[in-house]
């Protein structure tokens, strides 16, 4: 998609590097008809009244009007936006924190690195599982530290309503924050050491040396992790599934969720579609115009 | 491997002249995975296997909705099973609609179906423009109070004989510790007791007016009132299951962790599975003890239309096979529902399908909601009422409400 160049009047310019344009038809043809052609034709169908078969009916925004007045979907949306909101945050806090820790060439450095790094390598569905047994208020954390003594200690978040998108949020972070910390300690590493020197020279305390100099001059890995983990909180599934169902009641569902529930279970095409075409809106608002400041201009600016 | 079952069928035939004309593989997707459904399962396939031809197994984990979508979309996607399972009533609704179904009524009239299958609700489920296009193979009824009698002693009172006694018992099993109504959290679970307080206490007229006719002020009215104040007090008792899976809440009850729980005769399977014996170690409640009527929903075999001749004549063998009655006595013994026929003998049941097949000929009974509401106005229905009974705050008349524009906008 960012293959577009300006042309600059060179009759020959479309054949230039021939080979590697038709060796990219391929995958140009994938990209406009699957990924494309198939968000278009998701997208007309949300405007119709498809069941369980697909089918060329139209109802206007019908299906919309039906998705913004269903709780459930409302509800799914005030999580994401929680969750996405605190696991934006806290992922992108605590990785850089761990990274920098990391880079103040302390010993084992490898082994921390790879303990960081180990539940990146779980899927959700095993993370999920996983905190669900260790939230559980008979067999986990309360359990143990009731039986060291304190036998008021109460920590059921996924039991409660109220907080219950917090232990979702809890198992995401565990499980996410590795990736970012050794995305943020590459960035870290490709720092110049005399920025280092120099900063020690000015004699400018290590914390404001991060603030001020680091972190600007790291604004391509803070991208490229914003870009990772906001896709990751916009689909996330996998890992409601596994940790508690959406429950309690519907307390933690999510979009994507509702859009898998509403197309198979509900056997209402329909309805999935437009739940799903606004999730993608929101991505497309979200990272569309980022994407395009980060990769399309940036060669300007280069 | 293709080759030497393709033998041995062939053997089968050579050695039974006298079986079917045709031999063939069947492939057959369900959704009965558990110990007893497995069991009952076999059965059946036992019974075709003894016609000749071979009944290929294709069980799918994860309960029906896991497996429904996976069979609508090898329907749909030209990868078509010989036969497999539906709840009978609307969920192959459209797959019928658009042709991709076999119509087996030739069979049906041959095998007089229309006189034999009772009630004939069951037949009118698979009946779709005046054609029929399942067999179906049992009945599951919803309507089913399950007491611990070990939990009610614990308690220091008696096994209550119907709900109301169970509401007033309630105190008495929170002090002694014990939940007093188990409900699991997945949505279907709180959907399905609703509907059985709603036949116990609105009745099977009202019933059919909200469900059947989708009567939306019937819904709002004062009837539908009573049952949310009951399922009100369900929801006080059910407080502290913390469950997902309906067995493992029926496992409360059976080890006396809590003092009851509303859920089909399904659940029968895990008492027996426990060695508990109806009457002594637990009681069970038709019509929670108030309005002796149950459901008629239950599985059907729908045939997906076949290009191979062999394969759809084996088909028509199939469902003959199973609603023959050997097969009908020996499935449903194991699978704890009852037979979709009048005319078996059910001589081994216990004391609790007694009770359902005496229900059943006196013709009390209900069509399931999954006959009466599409997958999509259940859907709704689910996410109500397992968000009414997650949480307190949501008062009965604001649920009431809700439930009434579901069943306004329900088709």
Redesign the interface.
Known sequence: MAGHTRGSGRPNQWLRNLNAKLASIPMILTAVVIFLGGTVWTVVYSFTNS???PRLSFVGLDQYE?LWA???WLISVQNLVIYGFFSLIFSLVIGFLLAALMDQKIRFENTFRTIMLYPFALSFIVTGLVWQWLLN??YGIQSVVRSLGWTSFAFDPL?N?NIVIYGILIAALWQGTGLVMCLMLAGLRGIDEDIWKAARVDGIPMWKTYLLVIIPMMRGVFITTLVIIASGIVKVYDLVVAQT???????SEVPAKYVY??M?????LG?GFAASTMMLVTVAIIIVPWAYLEFGGGRKRA | MNLRSFAAALAVTVALPLGAASAADLEVTHWWTSGGEAAAVAELAKAFDATGNHWVDGAIAGSGGTARPIMVSRITGGDPMAATQFNHGRQAEELVEAGLMRDLTDIATKEKWTEIIKPASLLDSCTIDGKIYCAPVNIHSWQWLWLSNAAFKQAGVDVPKNWDEFVAAAPALEKAGIVPLAVGGQPWQAAGAFDVLMVAIAGKDTFQKVFGDKDEEAAAGPEIAKVFKAADDARRMSKGTNVQDWNQATNMVITGKAGGQIMGDWAQGEFQLAGQKAGTDYTCLPGLGVNEVISTGGDAFYFPLLKDEEKSKAQEVLASTLLNPATQVAFNLKKGSLPVRGDVDLAAANDCMKKGLDILAKGNVIQGTDQLLSADSQKQKEDLFSEFFANPSMTPEDAQKRFADIIASAD
């Open positions: 069941k369980l078969l039906r269903a709780p459930r208020p008979e039991y309503s169902s959406g429950g309690p009641g519907i307390a529930d509403y198979f279970q509900a056997q209402n309805q």
